[in-house]
């Protein structure tokens, strides 16, 4: 069974940083295309970023949003997906779900976490 | 403002079918396969269609996905109470190099 679990949300104050961490099970990790979604109170779904699977490097990608600010990467050997958020602003409060491709071949997002709250505010 | 448009409501009685829309460009649902996710309050999204029209296995063949052009579909056949959720279209956007989502839309059972 194919299991997602995010942790380290917490409160942290504009301009400050936090890192998420995801720890998968039951599937191959190496063999996956990873990505962060958050979704803001009351608001609807924001892709943030992927990273490919070792076929493709590990590649990653960012919404404008955060681009510059925020860094996904991955420890296979831990079966790990981290998020690094630098510079936080309020608008980055959130709950963050850590996502993994449909299949190795299909990339779009097929199951989710159970998400871990990030609250920017001072 | 969401790079893909859904209506914010669509309803129905049970036992109807009901379609809500995505409605995109040329960059994304026009040159990409579509998603469907339903979210009931307080958890996470789940998967109901994936490649613009398959459906994962679970997944009731009451639900049905379709593209023209640059407009995807989400059918839902049978309405029942437990159809009453949030529902996100997505799909990749080649101009954007990104994942793009539709605004959602909220399904009322009647």
């Given amino acids: 069974e194919v299991q997602l679990v995010e942790s380290g949300g917490n409160l942290v104050q504009p301009g400050g940083s936090l890192r998420l961490s995801c720890t998968a099970s039951g599937f191959i990790f190496s063999d996956h295309y990873m990505d962060w979604v958050r979704q803001a109170p009351g608001k609807g779904l924001e892709w ?6 070792k076929a ?12 510059g600010r925020f860094t996904i990467s991955r420890d296979d050997s831990k079966n790990s997906l981290y998020l690094q958020m630098n510079s936080l602003k309020t608008e980055d409060t959130a709950v963050y779900y850590c996502t993994r491709s449909y299949s190795s071949a299909v990339r779009g997002t097929g199951y989710w976490g159970q998400g871990t709250l990030v609250t920017v505010s001072s | 403002q969401s790079v893909l448009t859904q209506p914010p409501s669509a309803s129905g009685t049970p036992g109807q079918r009901v379609t809500i829309s ?9 040159s990409n396969n579509v998603y469907w ?5 307080g958890t996470a ?5 994936y490649g613009t029209n398959q459906r994962p296995s679970g ?20 309405l029942r109470s437990e159809d009453e959720a ?14 793009v989502f539709g ?4 399904l009322t059972v009647l």
Avoid at chain 2, 22 to 30: D, E, H, L, T, V
């Fill in chain 2, 86 to 99: 949030d529902y996100y279209c997505a799909t990749w956007d080649d101009s954007l190099s990104g994942r």
């Fill in chain 1, 48 to 53: 943030v970023g992927r990273t490919g699977n």
């Fill in chain 2, 22 to 30: 995505c409605s995109g460009s040329s960059s994304n649902i026009g």
């Fill in chain 2, 45 to 49: 999204p789940k998967l109901l269609i």
């Fill in chain 1, 56 to 67: 493709n490097s590990y590649t990653t990608q960012y919404a404008a949003s955060v681009k």
């Fill in chain 2, 37 to 41: 996710y339903k979210q009931l309050p």
């Fill in chain 2, 59 to 78: 997944v009731p063949d009451r639900f049905s996905g379709s593209k023209s052009g640059t407009s995807a579909s989400l059918a839902i056949s049978g």
């Fill in chain 2, 103 to 106: 605004g959602g839309t909220k």
